[in-house]
Nanobody
Framework: VQLVESGGGSVQAGGSLKLSCKVIGMNFAIYGMDWYRQAPGKEREMVATIAVRGTQNYADSVKGRFTISRDNARRTVYLQMNSLKPEDTAFYFC???????WGQGTQVTVSS
């Protein structure tokens, strides 16, 4: 199984980024998917989740700014991040629910 995240980068506060995570080697459509993030010196935290049928949940810190979506045909989960803040700076990881699989992560850096 491979999870290939992309789309990270450096932006100024207020900017936007869209992360992608392509899942290879597993039946993507039957798994709920999560995005997590981990900032230096902090624990990994859940950012957003999307169920098999599309139900979404978000951490309070990103509600109204981030949107998670999925494309089963492309076996890809996305995270649209708008109105970015410096505190959103972290490595972002995708994660199929109920598995031990993690990608390599993609770095998001937001400057003030």
């Amino acid at each position: 199984v491979q999870l290939v995240e992309s789309g990270g980068g450096s932006v100024q506060a207020g900017g936007s980024l869209k992360l992608s995570c392509k899942v290879i080697g597993m039946n993507f459509a039957i798994y709920g998917m999560d995005w997590y993030r981990q900032a230096p010196g902090k624990e990994r935290e859940m950012v957003a989740t999307i169920a098999v049928r599309g139900t979404q949940n978000y951490a309070d810190s990103v509600k109204g700014r981030f949107t998670i979506s999925r494309d089963n045909a492309r076996r890809t989960v996305y995270l649209q991040m708008n109105s970015l803040k410096p505190e959103d700076t972290a490595f972002y990881f995708c994660h199929p629910q109920s598995t031990d699989f993690w990608g390599q992560g993609t770095q998001v850096t937001v400057s003030s």
